[in-house]
């Protein structure tokens, strides 16, 4: 139980356009889902916190605008990296936790959706 | 703020030797302290935890003990298998918060 999916496992875009990557929970409603950015061979790095039916926190130094988050159901969360550029590049990891979680809220990870921005 | 610093890798280690990853924190307050691990092509899973001092969390043969007077939790397996082979993450979430912080990852490779 407690799966969480990711789509695409990989893309490649071009500069400037936009890419949408999507995290679902399978087997589980997720009440709160996190979106997180790893560079080669560094640490997961929090990007923002969505709530269903909320607007998405985000951590200081993420740009809101650049990457657009959508929590639309206790199922499924979108990352859009709008107008992608080469710095952009990087694994982008998702996470959920179950509604109704003990107190430690253990978070239940995707694969990661591997961008690269040519 | 908040951190962790976890030693660097790659640890390369034979079948069946014991294995230890050092792991400390920054942190204010009492916050719960994790071991995830990340097999190869798979997302993170959550090998172990403990959410107070003195806590020791073990699974798979793994285990770490929360020591709050040395703000460390490191990870210990007394025979490791290549099936270990993974990387391993340790982090901390606040004392009531949700969000984790994690280290910077360390590569485990056992050799048969």
């Known amino acids: 139980g407690a799966v969480v999916s990711q789509h695409p496992s990989w893309v490649i875009c071009k500069s400037g356009t936009s890419v949408k990557i999507e995290c679902r929970s399978l087997d589980f409603q997720a009440t709160t889902m996190f979106w997180y950015r790893q560079f080669p061979k560094q640490s997961l790095m929090l990007m923002a916190t969505?709530?269903?039916?909320?607007?998405?926190?985000?951590e200081q130094g993420v740009e809101k605008d650049k990457f657009l988050i959508n929590h639309a159901s206790l199922t499924l969360s979108t990352l859009t990296v709008t107008s992608a550029h080469p710095e952009d590049s990087s694994f982008y990891i998702c996470?959920?936790?179950?509604?109704?979680?003990?107190?430690?809220?253990?978070?239940?990870f995707g694969p990661g959706t591997r961008l690269t921005v040519l | 703020g908040n951190s962790v610093t976890q030693m660097e890798g790659p640890v390369t280690l034979s079948e069946e030797a014991f294995l230890t990853i050092n792991c400390t924190y920054t942190a204010t307050g009492y916050p719960s302290l994790f071991w995830y691990v990340q097999y190869p092509g798979e997302g993170l899973q959550l090998l172990l935890k403990?959410?107070?001092?003195?806590d020791k969390g073990s699974n798979k043969g793994f285990e770490a003990t929360y020591r709050k007077e040395t703000t460390s939790f490191h990870l210990e397996k007394g025979s490791v298998q290549v099936s270990d082979s993974a990387v391993y993450f340790c982090?901390?979430?606040?004392?009531?918060?949700?969000?984790?912080?994690f280290g910077q990852g360390t590569r485990l490779t056992i050799n048969p």
């Open positions: 969505s709530n269903e039916g909320s607007k998405a926190t985000y």
């Open positions: 996470s959920a936790t179950l509604a109704g979680a003990a107190s430690y809220n253990e978070q239940f």
């Open positions: 403990a959410t107070k001092a003195d």
């Open positions: 982090a901390l979430s606040a004392q009531g918060a949700q969000k984790l912080v």
